[in-house]
Nanobody, 115 residues
Framework: QVQLAESGGGLVQPGGSLRLSCAVSGRPFSIDEMGWFRQAPGKQRELVAE????????YADSVKGRFTISRDNAAGNTVYLQMNSLKPEDTGVYYCRLHGRLYYWGQGTQVTVSS
């Protein structure tokens, strides 16, 4: 059974940084892409960043130049999201998603940007 576990969230002041991690357990048959999504209170879940099996990346316009997604295939396909210059509007629950034969989601980790 494939499971995703996010970690690294927390409370940070505006302008600060956080690094999220997503660990994959189980053996997905294939991995086409992995991504980070976020959901703010009262809003729909939105794509933040994604990375394909070939290493291509895609970012939401709101995080370009501030966030970086990366993937460590040697570490069991762990995916990271380095978030710099955080803003209050980055606040939300961040979810990791794996897209292979099926879609798998983690439980989410809370990120709060506030002074």
């Amino acid at each position: 059974q494939v499971q995703l576990a996010e970690s690294g969230g927390g409370l940070v002041q505006p302008g600060g940084s956080l690094r999220l991690s997503c660990a994959v357990s189980g053996r997905p048959f294939s991995i086409d892409e992995m991504g980070w999504f976020r959901q703010a209170p009262g809003k729909q879940r939105e794509l933040v960043a994604e990375i394909t099996a070939g290493g291509s990346t895609n970012y939401a316009d709101s995080v370009k130049g501030r966030f970086t997604i990366s993937r460590d295939n040697a570490a069991g396909n762990t995916v990271y999201l380095q978030m710099n210059s955080l803003k209050p509007e980055d606040t939300g629950v961040y979810y990791c998603r794996l897209h292979g034969r099926l879609y798998y989601w983690g439980q989410g980790t809370q990120v709060t940007v506030s002074s």
